[in-house]
């Protein structure tokens, strides 16, 4: 099953109608559908797709000789080329007469066992980029590898690529398109277990409630989704023992430097160092209030829901779970999940606005959408904004999100209202977004007020 990605495929199909040669660069962190994206592109195409595996320099060329060979005279040989310069400019010429995507998948694996590889690529690349009617596309899951070695002002192929893809994972609305049976409510409750990374939204059934899947994948002892965070720590990380602690102290409520620092008994330079990582892997953001560019009010945040969830609810039940007892797991994590999914929905009613700004339908052409915390000066408190956005000087929007089985009553409405006026905006747009609607006082004072629109969960869905 292929969903989403058309702007993707749309993207390469326009670079392959160029009919000169094109290098493409794809990389994203690994399980975000990356081999697949490469697959549906080359369908019925002319293509050589190699992937590159975690072995040496010798069985690589092997292999990828073989896939050239299947490819160039449509037989299975046992010879192989005597370099990967000899290999890449026998592709080379064949692209003279044709158009051929080349894809080389997992190019780090290639590239670390084979240290010319970078400088032969840039050397035929300089040689046939005029003759050449060939697409080559680099993917890569190393993220740091990718960045550093391929795409940096230093690497030997910087300035040769003609694109470059960062995969990400689905957003809400394509992460639904894979569930046709969960209610409107599971569908968020999914996207806030798992997130949109295509590997894991293959491991849940859309047949089987909830709890079925969260005892099914989290909390058995078997499944992949068990031990799927550590993993993938251990393949993009040195020290995989220090950046767990770290992403545990946010999971369960550490936020500020100091705090994370404190929790893990690390120096804060150590922490930044390991954040830093954390973040260029995209499992944590780093937040400041909106519009500030102060350090000092710096909070840190888990990005990846499906991590969220693990570190959040894992760790701690973890004897638990590994004895077999998931009902017992399960009935401890079940009353957290309506707070867990605050953060969620803030995250989902972003999305909307987003969408309503691409569709020319939003009232305030926000640049950036963001959370807000400081001082209310009125209430002598600390204060916060779910959704902040900024067209100009003048105008901007204010978001508050509840993801409460309440209807929301005219306090939330007017708790907003207050917190926006805290900024010297002329025009103002207010939203709120409630997961079971509106009371009818609620209703009335939007209507009243003119610059407040009101936004169930089902209106996102539609």
């Known amino acids: 099953m292929f969903i989403g990605r058309e702007r993707e495929l749309a993207s390469l199909n326009q670079l392959y109608t160029s009919e000169r040669f094109e290098f ?16 549906r592109f080359i369908k019925e195409k002319n293509a050589i797709y190699f992937m590159g595996v975690e072995s040496n320099a010798k069985q690589n060329l092997e292999n990828f000789s073989r896939n050239i060979l299947e490819y160039g005279a449509g037989i299975q040989a046992e010879t192989a080329f005597l370099s990967f310069q000899a290999a890449l400019e026998y592709v080379f010429r064949l692209s003279e007469k044709e158009r051929l995507i080349l894809a080389i998948d997992e190019y780090p694996y290639v590239a670390r066992a084979s240290k010319s590889l970078a400088s032969t690529l840039q050397l035929l690349i300089d040689k046939y980029k005029d003759t050449s009617k060939l697409m080559l596309i680099l993917c890569g899951s190393s993220m740091s590898y990718m960045e550093d070695q391929v ?9 040769r690529r003609t694109a470059q893809m960062k995969i990400q994972p689905f957003d809400f609305a394509d992460t639904c398109r894979y569930f046709q049976n969960f209610s409107e409510e599971d569908q968020a409750l999914i996207y806030g277990i798992v997130g949109g990374t295509p590997q894991y939204l293959l491991q849940i059934n859309d047949r089987l409630s909830v709890e079925e899947n969260i005892k099914n994948t989290f909390l058995n002892p078997i499944s992949s989704m068990f031990e799927e965070p550590e993993n993938l720590l251990k393949q993009e990380v040195r020290e995989p023992a220090l950046y767990n602690a770290i992403i545990t102290a946010i999971a369960t409520g550490a936020s500020r430097m100091a705090e994370i620092s404190t929790k893990v008994g690390e120096d804060t ?54 004895r077999g007892a998931s009902d017992l797991a399960y009935k401890r994590i079940q009353p957290n999940l309506p707070d867990y999914m605050g953060k969620v929905f803030e995250e989902i009613c972003r999305q909307y606005l987003w969408k309503l700004l691409l569709s020319g339908e939003s009232p305030v052409e926000f640049k950036e959408l963001g959370r807000w915390w400081g001082n209310d000066p009125s209430a002598r408190s600390q204060t916060e904004i779910d959704i902040m956005g900024e067209q100009d000087k003048e105008t901007a929007l204010f978001g508050e999100c509840k993801w409460t089985n309440e209807k929301v009553d005219t306090g939330v409405l007017e708790t907003l209202m207050k ?34 629109a009101l936004v169930t969960y089902s209106d996102i869905l539609k």
């Open 24 to 39: 493409v660069v794809i990389y994203g962190r690994r399980r975000v559908g990356k081999t697949a994206l490469i697959n």
């Open 151 to 159: 795409l940096a002002y230093k690497a030997p192929l910087y300035g």
């Open 269 to 322: 330079s150590v922490c930044s160092t390991y954040l830093k990582n954390l973040i260029s892997l995209g499992l944590i953001r780093k937040e400041t209030p909106y519009g500030e560019k102060s350090s000092r009010k710096s909070i840190y945040s888990i990005d990846d829901n499906m991590f969220r969830f693990w570190y959040r609810f894992v760790p701690e039940n973890y004897s638990m779970i590994a």
């Open 419 to 452: 917190r926006s006026q805290l900024f010297p905006y002329k025009n103002v747009r207010l939203y709120l977004f409630a997961k079971n609607g509106f009371t009818k006082g609620c209703i009335e004072k939007a209507d009243r007020l003119g610059n407040v």
